[in-house]
């Protein structure tokens, strides 16, 4: 069974502090690795994709993966109220269109 | 370039009845999924298909629900008969034959009493 684990949350950061997002996956072979958006009522916004060891940044959000330890980790930096969403987790066994597997995604919620 | 379409967005119906629902991904892209997600869980695969052939079907309950994709483009998922835990949003996603970078739709909210 392919798990995909998070903190449930909610994880409450004040405005303008880094928050960090967790998440572990149980399948070794597990190659391609997102972070997904998901505003309540909305359906999941990819924000983040990650495919190989380290770090990878695209304006205020990095994406960190460890394979060896099967991790991979969202930063937000400069968090804003406008960032108050359920971040989920998603890892697929390869690179090409297999589904995703989902975690239960972490509730973040900025404090103003 | 416009996003994964669906409808209908909202959906009530009784227990032991029939719904069905539409997706129209991307165009251009050929892998088209439907996923399940009820409320304070992660969307979990339904159906995945490959322009109209499935490629796995596996976690889909069989005895009530169905879907196609007869040319390779729109799709329905059909439920019959609906149960209680049937409640749930259906999300269609689509993705290029070149990337695994998938794109939701906005969902339908199935609420079945």
């Known amino acids: 069974q392919k798990e995909v684990e998070q903190n449930s949350g909610p994880l409450s950061v004040p405005e303008g502090a880094i928050a960090s997002l967790n998440c572990t996956y149980s399948?070794?072979?597990?190659?391609?690795f997102f972070w997904y958006r998901q505003y309540s009522g909305k359906s999941p916004e990819l924000i983040m994709f990650i495919y190989s060891n380290g770090d990878k940044e695209d304006g205020r959000f990095t994406a960190q993966l460890n394979k060896a330890s099967q991790y991979v980790s969202l930063l937000i930096r400069d968090s804003q109220p406008s960032d108050s969403a359920t971040y989920l987790c998603a890892v697929t066994p390869n690179s090409g269109n297999t589904p995703l597997v989902f975690g239960k995604g972490t509730r973040l919620s900025v404090i103003a | 370039e416009a996003g994964v379409a669906q409808s209908p967005r909202y959906k009530i119906i009784e227990k032991r009845q029939s719904v069905a629902f539409w997706c129209n991904p991307i165009s251009g892209h050929a892998t088209l999924y439907w996923y399940q997600q009820i409320l304070g869980q992660g969307p979990k695969l339904l159906i995945q298909f490959q322009n109209n052939g499935v490629v796995d079907d596996s976690q889909l309950p069989k005895d009530r629900f169905s879907a196609e994709r007869l040319k390779g483009v729109d799709s329905t998922l059909k439920i019959q008969p609906a149960k209680l835990e049937d409640s749930a949003v259906y999300l269609c996603?689509?993705?290029?034959?070149?990337?695994?970078?998938?794109?939701f739709g906005p969902g339908t909210r199935l609420t079945v009493l």
């Open positions: 996603a689509s993705s290029s034959s070149t990337g695994s970078e998938q794109f």
């Open positions: 399948d070794r072979g597990s190659q391609s």
